[in-house]
């Protein structure tokens, strides 16, 4: 059973940073997809970044150049380093993962496990 756990949202001004958490027990880093997704009220949940466990990272175009993911598998943590952040990137961001697909499968609906949610407000 892999379980995860998000830290690190907050509220910041427009331009701000902020770096996400997720503590994830149970998951094989040699099998599993895991990522980042975001959900604001009125819109579907989106992805945001996931990495594969052969280390290929994908992000949205809306988060080129601003968001980094990142990966202590020593630890079990996925991190993504927000900047520049804009109102429009105000949402409850999600943790997720699933081990069953060759690489990630980007669609939502196919992770199996997801974490609570750390909500990330932006503010001008």
């Known amino acids: 059973q892999v379980q995860l756990v998000e830290s690190g949202g907050g509220s910041v001004q427009v331009g701000g940073s902020l770096r996400l958490s997720c503590a994830a027990s149970g998951y094989n880093a040699n099998s599993d997809c895991i990522g980042w997704f975001r959900k604001s009220p009125g819109t579907e949940r989106e992805e945001v970044a996931t990495?594969?466990?052969?280390?290929?990272?994908t992000y949205a175009d809306f988060a080129k150049g601003r968001f980094t993911l990142s990966k202590d598998n020593s630890k079990s943590i996925l991190y993504l380093e927000m900047s520049g952040l804009k109102p429009e990137d105000t949402a409850t961001y999600y943790c997720a993962a699933d081990g069953r697909f060759v690489g990630c499968p980007h669609v939502p609906a196919n992770f199996r496990y997801w974490g609570q949610g750390t909500q990330v407000t932006v503010s001008s």
């Open positions: 990495i594969s466990s052969d280390g290929t990272t």
